[in-house]
């Protein structure tokens, strides 16, 4: 498949285009130029024009773009962004759309603070948290226009922390710190990066024939004891099953 | 009352203008300083046209600053004018209050559905009345008259709604009430706003409370 990644250049970027560089043929874009082996175009997904030229002819479009604490560019990237893909996912006629944003866009806190097993598939309630209503306001586009046009199919893969093999917490923020010391627990929503790829790469490739609607939701995390998430749904569904299960962080 | 209202409609903000016995203040932008002492602010769901995506951008920008701001400032009530045409259905169907939004994708009716959906996430967060008034348009008098609307509002509807809305205390509920005139070809029922009519002013007397305990 010709895949776009839009937002390339974050930290789960190169764990994808690693993984689906020899089976696919893909773009990566992003803001600033990246070292890369593979096509790479400049390309701000808040610039319309730009998003648009760049889609054309692609067979699937993945978004990982995403913006957290500025508030102009929040609403920039996060739901403007995922209009100019909705935009171009019309226009080019193009099926699969693949959109990641954090759990917390669909269940907040009036349902993480009170809830267990929580479900992909609740009524989104974000808060106003600024970076989980702007992702929810782009979901929420994402969803109309899939709605509105028989021909696209919207999976979103929605993640929360991410961990590398030392146990480091991912994320710019947290670059050249330590590990995280095992046996201290961790967000009931938590992931190795090479896990998170594989998700996205099994909803890349499953037929979708396959997919029971148009429009499905996936909470991908690490199988977890606490009971807080399910993730049933991403594995029966993709077929994804998470390798790592962090248990140093989890047990004693 | 001091109403503000965050103009976007002319032909709203005319209304609005002559709302007596209120001090109705309209103003492009919301701050701090003009916000002070407001009892209620009414603001739109809508702009009069909305054709790109940046425009969409930074309406609903705006409404999710000016919600912010009306947090910070501890505003009591915040009515949202919206437009009954976020729901997409069948003419036939009986759609009230209770009924799933069903937007269309163009760019108004979209930022219709996502105005909403911040107003929605406010009202779900912090302790204020809000008020999301979904109405006809066009909002004319003569609208009837020209026979080609099955949803339309005038102005003295309009007018006599907002006014039933100050007068009660929501009990910083999120309350969600649909306007249209009464006209042959009637399309949305107004039941909920019409029964506010005979309402006090204290709208907790009117939900069911098991065994007559209030909870």
């Known amino acids: 498949m010709k895949v776009l990644i839009l937002g390339s250049n974050g930290m789960l970027g190169p764990w994808l285009s690693e993984i689906l560089k020899d089976d696919h043929e893909i773009i990566e874009t992003d803001l600033e130029q990246i070292d890369t082996n593979t096509n790479f175009v400049k390309v701000d997904i808040s610039n319309t024009n730009q998003v648009l030229e760049v889609a054309e002819g692609v067979d699937a479009i993945i978004n990982l773009s995403v913006l957290r604490t500025d508030r102009k560019i929040a609403f920039d990237v996060n739901m403007k962004g995922n209009l100019n893909m909705m935009l171009a996912a019309e226009k080019f006629k193009i099926s699969r759309v693949i959109n990641t944003g954090p759990h917390f866009q669909v269940a907040g806190p009036t349902y993480e603070n009170y809830d267990s097993e929580i479900t992909p598939d609740i009524p989104p309630q974000p808060g106003v948290n600024l970076y989980a209503i702007t992702k929810a306001l782009g979901q929420e586009i994402c969803r109309v226009y899939t709605e509105n046009n028989p021909h696209i199919y919207l999976q979103t893969l929605l993640f929360y922390n991410f961990y590398n093999d030392s146990l480091t917490l991912g994320g710019e923020r947290n670059v050249g710190k330590p590990p995280q010391e095992v046996g201290t627990d961790l967000t009931p929503f938590s992931i190795r990066w090479e896990d998170a790829a594989e998700a996205i790469k099994k909803a890349l490739e499953i037929s979708l024939d396959n997919l029971p609607t148009r429009l499905e939701n996936y909470f991908i995390f690490a199988d977890l004891p606490h009971g807080k998430f399910s993730n049933k749904k991403a594995k029966e569904q993709l077929g994804w099953q998470p390798k790592y299960n962090l248990k140093d962080l989890w047990s004693r | 009352m001091n109403l503000l209202v965050k103009s976007g409609n002319q032909q709203l903000e005319k209304i609005l203008k002559k709302f007596n016995p209120h001090n109705v203040v309209i103003t492009d932008e919301i701050t701090e300083k003009n916000i002070l002492n407001t009892d209620c602010l009414i603001m739109l769901s809508s702009l009069n046209h909305c054709s790109d995506p940046e425009e969409l951008n930074l309406k609903i920008q705006d409404i999710y600053n000016t919600l912010s701001l009306c947090v910070e400032q501890d505003i009591k009530k915040v009515i949202m004018v919206s437009s009954l045409e976020v729901f997409d259905y069948d003419a036939n ?95 949305y029922l107004t039941n909920k706003l019409n029964e506010l009519e005979n309402l006090s002013s204290n709208i907790s007397d009117h939900f069911y409370h098991p065994r007559g305990k209030k909870l």
């Open chain 2, 93 to 187: 169907y009986t759609v009230t209050e209770r009924w799933k939004v069903k937007p269309k994708k163009d760019f108004l009716n979209l930022s219709i559905n996502l105005s909403e959906l911040v107003f929605k996430e406010f009202g779900r967060t912090f302790p204020f009345q809000k008020i999301l008034l979904r109405v006809g348009f066009p909002i004319d008098n003569m609208a009837e008259n020209k026979n080609k609307f099955s949803c339309f509002t005038k102005e003295d509807d309009f007018i006599n709604s907002i006014s039933r809305i100050l007068k009660i205390n929501f009990k910083n509920q999120f309350e969600i009430f649909h306007l249209q005139s009464e006209s042959d070809s009637q399309r």
